[in-house]
């Protein structure tokens, strides 16, 4: 089973690159979804390995959220939401 990391960015030049990082050798894949940085984000990003989504700001995060689950190549599952071990069990088999 694969892990796909989806992160939503704005402006975050000062961390972006370090919190891909941080994670890189626990995910299969990175997919981030800029909503209109105006900052050194973009250019941080280019030198990695990453699914790069360009969306405007809506002022609606479950938008933004949304443009970056269609874009996981595994079955979404949002952070918030607690998966039971009955129901990893039954999708296992």
Same mark, same amino acid.
């Given at each position: 089973?694969?892990?796909?990391?989806?992160?939503?960015?704005?402006?975050?030049?000062?961390?972006?690159?370090?919190?891909?990082? $941080?994670?890189?050798?626990?995910?299969? @894949?990175?997919?981030? %979804?800029?909503?209109? /940085?105006?900052?050194?984000?973009?250019?941080? +990003?280019?030198?990695?390995?990453?699914?790069?989504?360009?969306? $405007?700001?809506?002022?609606s995060f479950? @938008?933004?959220?949304? %443009?970056?689950?269609? /874009?996981?190549?595994?079955?979404p599952r949002? +952070?918030?939401?607690?998966?039971?071990?009955?129901?990893?069990?039954?999708?296992?088999?």
């Open positions: 089973m694969g892990i796909s990391l989806c992160m939503i960015v704005r402006n975050g030049e000062d961390w972006v690159e370090g919190a891909v990082q $941080s994670v890189r050798s626990i995910v299969n @894949e990175v997919i981030i %979804v800029d909503t209109g /940085s105006t900052d050194a984000t973009l250019e941080r +990003l280019k030198p990695l390995s990453i699914k790069l989504l360009k969306k $405007s700001w809506n002022d479950a @938008e933004a959220r949304n %443009v970056s689950l269609a /874009s996981c190549w595994r079955e949002d +952070l918030w939401n607690r998966q039971c071990p009955d129901e990893s069990r039954e999708k296992a088999t």
